[in-house]
């Protein structure tokens, strides 16, 4: 069973940057199939595609988001991370990582989700 948990501070100050880990157990990471995302959902709204990193490392980013944002791995310590800079109010949202196939593709597995605050 692949089990994905996101981990990292749950309230930031605008203007910081934030940084989420993702730490994956079970399952195989060892694959060209698999991509791994982050995915975000604010309050009130839908989800939002941030990014996704494959296992070679190719990263592949929301337009959106892209000057803001980077995703890299770390294999030897199965897990993942994103960092996103120069936070607004607006950037308030659950953040969730998975495992999928494609860019971001069906996501078949989820982590249960952390809530970052961007507040003053």
């Known amino acids: 069973q692949v089990l994905l948990q996101e981990s990292g501070p749950g309230l930031v100050k605008p203007s910081q940057t934030l940084d989420l880990t993702c730490t994956i157990s079970g399952g195989s990471i060892a694959s060209n199939n698999y991509f791994w995302t982050w995915i975000r959902q604010p309050p009130g709204k839908g989800p939002e595609w941030i990014g996704t990193?494959?296992?070679?490392?190719?990263?592949y980013y929301s337009p959106s988001l892209k000057s803001r944002t980077s995703i890299s791995k770390n294999w030897s310590n199965w897990q993942f991370s994103l960092h996103l800079s120069s936070l607004t109010p607006e950037d308030t949202a659950v953040y969730y990582c998975?495992?999928?196939?494609?860019?971001?593709?069906?996501?078949?597995?989820w982590g249960q989700g952390t809530l970052v605050t961007v507040s003053s």
């Open positions: 998975a495992r999928g196939y494609g860019v971001p593709g069906y996501l078949e597995h």
């Open positions: 990193i494959g296992y070679s490392g190719g990263a």
